[in-house]
């Protein structure tokens, strides 16, 4: 129920309203647009018909932009040559990997939290939370000595180990609040029935599940769009997407097709599942803090 | 001992049986206590999750506080030298410098993105196509930063970027990159976090809005107000502790990522855009001077720990909560 | 065969008590209701029933059986919450089902016992629904016949009508007492409605601060209540406390009040022997056990604040001197208005005495 629903007279100040904000979503569109739009069409133009310029301040011409002959050579290049099918299969095995690891031990210790009263209880969430807010570079430094000196450096294990970092936490931090919106009597109820504590539990994942699913995703794209773990702990043998897009970026003769091909390989997974979630969005990026 | 109401006289208290405001209370204790049940139980539960994230989270804080104490010569071998690490620390200009364009960064990045935030929430509320539109304008975020980053140095760029074009065609720009000049970098690198950030702020607080309860603006319109007034003294008040999360997240945020700033500017031209944590990344991972970054980055975690401290009372008292208790 | 049999129970919360030193024995069959006003402990002992509760100190007994460490899947128990605690994603009849299928019951006796449980609550045409598709009502039978079809030894009830308008609240009063007279299980229904008790029990235990106050038949609590707090908690209208000095005269007690002077019968004085020494008595009366009339000739006078006409009865709000809000009940054709002067009649026989030190009954 909106503000807005409540009764609105139409007086001469609010048409002017209506038509401001009718400019401002339409500028705002663009704003958010562009650069996208860019990026794809970019994608698909060869190197010539990229740098295209029309001159300063001729602002007829910029149907430029569209002027050219949409060329696949670069998506082709990609997969082909420079070896992204491995990088995609890489985001998807770590991310993956870091997200079932984090939501199956995170989910059993957010439920014994929700349930199981203790002392010390509000210490060890901060401890959590604050696992989740420590800067990436901070926690980078010490990992990646840890990890050289246990042989982890460049594997898929040590990079999901890497994304769990943050994952696991914000894992616990949100499905605890999951689990604290689900009445305890309906497993009491249970148990009274004749079920086991784990049987109780059982009878409760239906009415949790939808959330936890969110929550895979959310872990999902998190790990996907992380880049300094991801170059600095993964590279080498589990090089995922984002930092094998930044190391097309070659000191001469960038090749700027590639890279917006990768950019949009990169990008249209996680957008497609952004849109999958996006009921669970506000939730998942303010910590659990703000409910829609 | 239990009186089964048969009538009989009993004025007086006997055997610790005592009555306040004409009821029986029980003052002493029990004899002895039943055995506690075990807790295995949810100890079990716990403990995969916690040790883990033992592992990966506290042996490498305790690792910091003793990599900070040594310095990292040429070799593998590192020399412990006390607290000589923070002292340079604190004679080292690019350190503190580092902090103020921290704070700089993030200031304007709030101001921006939660100015433009809340009008755009405001604009669209209740509006017909609310839903498509908010769709649309979350795509920025699902975005890899340091994807963005890179688009938006191609945008940027001098010799074949649109937006440059679009600056120099206006007269904002001359010839150089607004990530090229040292007066414009910042505002470069704050742009791009507008456009990624934003819709957040939109989004939490469009949440809030709709939490605002119908009858307060109703019995306000009753008291004369306009919507000018409606929105100023109503529901403002009721998005603040929305709008303080959304800050504090932000906040947060851009001490956790550098990825845009990498590879926009790389913390130049002339290290006016070296936010602390580039910093801490140059000296840990350029020079490899691990001591030193060590110190650095245990500085950049204490203030995270202060910050913490504070937003984990504000989670605690969820805004979603206090709106509907009254606030 | 459920004898239930609490022996000097009590229960820690951390640091807080919330049950002292609890005894109370059912028999089988019987239906025990626990009544006592929010925070009284009586929800915590019916959650130590269920095994739902460490019990902190103390016993409890199923028969021979003492229960203490037994789960509640294996204490053959049946409980109905106050929410109802119904599955959201099951229908009716799988949500009655469910503790039949956990004991791995065989498909027929299932839709035996629903189909009986069913037709009992009369929700058979329910059966299909979802629980959010239900009334509160609706929903509350659910849950009974959830508890139901599991033919338990012993119904926990933990205040199931709270959440129903008053109209359906006075229908199911009398329909759970018919349900367990006719299932013959052991009941423990806890309430803080002292109406819910007294029309359903055949026992109540009052509690107070974790304490039992009085257990006792309906009869007993209302006609004998042991000390002045059970006297003022159970009844509509509360009784009425008047505090007067008990002096001797001439071979017999008076109470003696500001606005009266009345003879205490013989039999009852032999009880207040030892009053005579303290400063006082506090006297207590029920609405319904004074005469009022118009005029000044009765025992006590006074004056009337205000009538409250309820259609059957009349509730009048009188002054007396020095005691002030005396509500009385009288027949609807009363008379009397705001300001009248009146006097009232104390039906000696039905009339309680309190120590003002202690609140305990002398009678």
């Known amino acids: 129920m909106s503000s807005r629903d409540a009764v609105v007279y139409k007086t001469p100040l609010s048409r002017i309203w209506t038509i401001f904000t009718v400019i401002f979503i339409a500028f705002y569109l663009l704003w958010t647009l562009l650069p996208l739009v860019i990026m794809t069409f970019s994608s698909f133009k060869d190197l010539l018909a990229a740098f295209q310029l029309p001159p300063v301040g001729a602002f007829s011409e910029i149907g430029l932009f569209f002027n050219f002959t949409p060329t696949t050579k670069h998506y082709y290049n990609l997969f082909v040559n420079l070896g992204f099918t491995t990088y995609f299969l890489n985001s998807i095995i770590a991310a993956g990997g870091s997200a079932i690891i984090s939501v199956v031990l995170g989910s059993m210790c957010a439920y014994a939290l929700s349930r199981y009263e203790f002392r010390g209880k509000s210490d060890l969430f901060f401890w959590i939370i604050s696992t989740r807010m420590a800067p990436v570079v901070a926690v980078l430094v010490p990992l990646y000595a840890i990890f050289r000196g246990m042989d982890l450096i460049g594997t898929q294990a040590g990079l999901i180990l890497a994304f769990t970092t943050f994952n696991l936490p914000f894992a616990i931090w949100i499905l605890k609040g999951f689990f604290d919106n689900v009445p305890y009597a309906i497993e009491e109820a249970s148990m009274v029935d004749g079920s086991t504590r784990f049987q109780a539990f059982r009878a409760i994942l239906p009415l949790v599940a939808p959330g936890i699913g969110a929550f895979v995703i959310l872990c999902i794209l998190f790990a996907w769009n992380d880049f300094l773990f991801a170059s600095i702990i993964g590279s080498g043998g589990a090089k995922t997407l984002p930092p094998a897009t930044v190391e097309l970026v070659q000191p001469q003769n960038i090749q700027w097709g590639s890279i917006m091909a990768a950019g949009v390989i990169t990008t249209l997974p996680m957008m497609l599942l952004g849109l999958l979630i996006r009921r669970y969005l506000v939730t998942g990026l303010t910590m659990g803090a703000v409910r829609e | 001992m239990v009186p089964t109401g048969s009538g009989s006289a009993r004025p007086t208290t006997h055997n610790g049986e005592h009555y306040v405001d004409g009821a029986r209370v029980i003052e002493y204790l029990p004899s002895s206590l039943n055995a506690l049940p075990s807790s295995r139980y949810y100890l079990w539960l716990m403990a995969p999750a916690l040790i883990l994230l033992a592992a990966i989270t506290l042996y490498p804080f305790f690792w910091l506080i003793w990599m900070s104490l040594q310095n990292v010569g040429a070799g593998p071998e590192t020399e412990f030298v006390g607290f000589k690490n923070y002292i340079r620390l604190w004679a080292d200009d690019k350190f503190w410098t580092g902090w103020v364009l921290l704070f700089k960064y993030s200031f304007f990045c709030l101001l921006f993105e939660i100015t433009i935030g809340v009008f755009l929430a405001v604009v669209l509320n209740g509006h017909r196509f609310e839903n498509i539109l908010i769709t649309i304008f979350l795509m920025p975020m699902m975005m890899a930063p340091a994807i963005a980053g890179l688009v938006w140095y191609y945008l940027f760029n001098s010799t074949f970027g649109w937006y440059h074009w679009l600056f120099q065609s206006l007269g904002i720009l001359g010839e150089t990159s607004i990530i090229g000049s040292t007066e414009t970098a910042m505002a470069g690198i704050v742009i791009v976090d507008i456009w990624q950030w934003t819709p957040l702020i939109t989004l939490i607080t469009l949440a809030g809005m709709k939490r605002v309860p119908r009858d307060q603006l109703e019995a306000n319109m009753v008291d004369g107000a306009s919507a000018v007034r409606n929105f100023i003294s109503i529901t403002l008040p009721n998005i603040y502790p929305f709008l303080l999360i959304a800050i504090m997240l932000r906040f947060m945020d851009n001490f956790r990522f550098i990825d845009v700033i990498m590879r926009l500017t790389g913390g130049g031209p002339a290290e006016v855009t070296k936010v602390l944590p580039v910093y801490l990344f140059d000296v840990s991972f350029v020079f490899f001077k691990l001591g030193r970054g060590s110190a650095i980055a245990l500085t950049l975690l204490i203030v995270t720990i202060i910050f913490g401290k504070l937003l984990v009372k504000v989670f605690e008292n969820p805004a979603s909560k206090r709106i509907d208790q009254g606030n | ?363």
Request: charged share 25%; aromatic share 8%; glycine share 8%.
């Open chain 3, 1 to 363: 065969m459920a004898l239930v049999t609490i022996t000097n129970v009590w229960k820690y919360y951390g640091k807080t008590v919330a049950v002292k030193d609890l005894n109370i024995t059912c028999k089988d069959g019987e239906f025990v209701s626990v009544l006592g006003p929010s925070g009284c402990g009586k929800s915590s002992t019916l959650r130590m029933l269920a095994g739902l509760e460490h019990i902190s100190a103390g016993d409890i007994r199923f028969g021979d059986t003492r229960v203490n460490d037994l789960e509640p899947k294996d204490r053959d128990i049946a409980m109905v919450f106050e929410n109802y605690a119904l599955y959201p994603h099951k229908t009716v009849y799988e949500n009655m089902a469910n503790p039949l299928r956990l004991r791995n019951e065989s498909e027929d006796t299932i839709k035996k016992r629903i189909a009986f449980a069913a037709e009992m609550l009369e929700i058979e045409y329910l059966l299909q629904r979802k629980p959010m598709e239900l009334s509160g009502g609706q929903k509350q039978r659910t849950a009974i016949g959830r508890a139901i079809v599991r033919e338990p030894k012993l119904f926990l009830f933990d205040e199931p009508i709270a959440h129903l308008d008053a109209k359906l609240r006075a229908r199911m009063r009398g329909e759970l007492k018919i349900m367990q007279r006719r299932l013959g299980t052991t009941m423990i229904y806890v309430t803080h409605d002292q109406l819910e008790a007294m029309s359903m029990a055949d026992r109540i235990a009052v509690m107070n601060n974790g304490v039992l106050q009085q257990f006792g038949t309906p009869q007993e609590i209302y006609n004998h209540p042991v000390n002045e707090w059970v006297a003022g908690f159970v009844g509509e209208p509360p009784m009425n406390f008047i505090d007067c000095d008990l002096i001797e005269e001439g071979g017999g007690f008076y109470a003696v009040h500001s606005a009266f002077k009345v003879a205490v019968p013989a039999d009852q004085a032999a009880k207040l022997r030892g009053a005579l020494k303290s400063s006082g008595v506090r006297m207590g009366i029920r609405p319904d056990q004074m005469a009022i009339s118009l005029g000044q000739e009765g025992a006590a006078k006074g004056s009337i604040k205000i009538t409250e006409p309820l259609g059957g009865d009349t509730l009048v709000d009188v002054d007396l001197k020095g005691a002030h809000h005396v509500l009385v009940k009288t027949d609807a054709d009363f008379r009397g208005q705001m300001n009248n002067s009146c006097s009232l009649n104390f039906d000696t026989s039905r009339w309680h005495f309190f120590s003002k030190e202690t609140g305990v009954a002398y009678f």
